[in-house]
């Protein structure tokens, strides 16, 4: 599967643990975007990454939760300290360079992650 | 923060039918992207469209940049029930660093 995977698919966590997703990007794709979904709506951008860098985070919060897309391995999205508003489903996507003009370089999704705050 | 507003919600249709969905803002986007999610999966790329006016066509499906680059639409053609799912609109606003903006999404649901 030359997809982008993301894992756990499910993981379930009790107030106040630390929450670590996974994104593997597609092969080739050097560029990350992580994504919330709360039931019944559409996905709302959270951060953007290249490889061990932090492009844009204007949509994560400043609080609790951080990123990485480190040289070797996985993206990962770490939530610390968690509350049931964390509650939700976080997709990765990925593609193969950043946005440029006119350029066909469209974002390509996994499956999520399904993150239960008990 | 920058909203798209895409319609219907909802829509239940006949198998055979034709589906027609869209999408408007008040701001101006560089692309727009049409996903469809099925449950418990990922959104799947549909349609990627890049320039304004630009009519893009994938097997039943047909989508088109508006003219305006605040909209877009999306239509199916001769509906199955496989086409269930919910659709999502995406657009990514001029001078943004790549993030993608969602609507809410239409689910659709066919009458077998």
């Known amino acids: 599967n030359a997809g982008v995977m993301q894992n756990p698919r499910h993981l379930v966590r009790r107030r106040g643990q630390e929450a670590r997703l996974r994104c593997s990007p597609m092969?080739?794709?050097?560029?990350v975007y992580w994504y919330r979904q709360l039931p019944e709506e559409g996905l709302k951008f959270m951060v953007y990454l290249q490889k061990e860098n932090i492009i844009d985070e204007s949509g994560m919060p400043k609080e609790r939760f951080s990123a990485e897309f480190p040289k070797e391995g996985p993206s990962i999205l770490r939530i610390q300290q968690v509350v049931r508003g964390d509650s939700a489903a976080y997709f990765c996507?990925?593609?193969?360079?950043?946005?440029?003009?006119?350029?066909?370089?469209?974002?390509?999704f996994g499956d999520g992650t399904r993150l239960s705050i008990l | 923060g920058q909203q798209l507003n895409q319609s219907p919600q909802s829509m239940f249709i006949q198998e055979g039918e034709d589906v027609s969905m869209n999408c408007t803002s008040s701001s101006i986007f560089n692309t727009w992207l049409w996903y469809k999610q099925d449950p418990g999966e990922g959104p799947v790329l549909l349609i990627a469209l890049y320039k304004a006016g630009e009519l893009t066509s994938n097997g039943r499906l047909t989508a088109q940049f508006g003219i305006t680059r605040k909209d877009s639409f999306l239509n199916i053609s001769a509906s199955i029930p496989s086409d269930v799912g919910i659709y999502f609109c995406?657009?990514?606003?001029?001078?943004?660093?790549?993030?993608?903006?969602f609507g809410k999404g239409t689910k659709l649901s066919v009458k077998p």
């Open positions: 092969k080739g794709h050097s560029h």
């Open positions: 996507a990925s593609s193969p360079q950043g946005p440029t003009l006119g350029s066909n370089q469209p974002q390509h």
């Open positions: 995406a657009g990514q606003l001029r001078g943004s660093q790549g993030n993608l903006i």
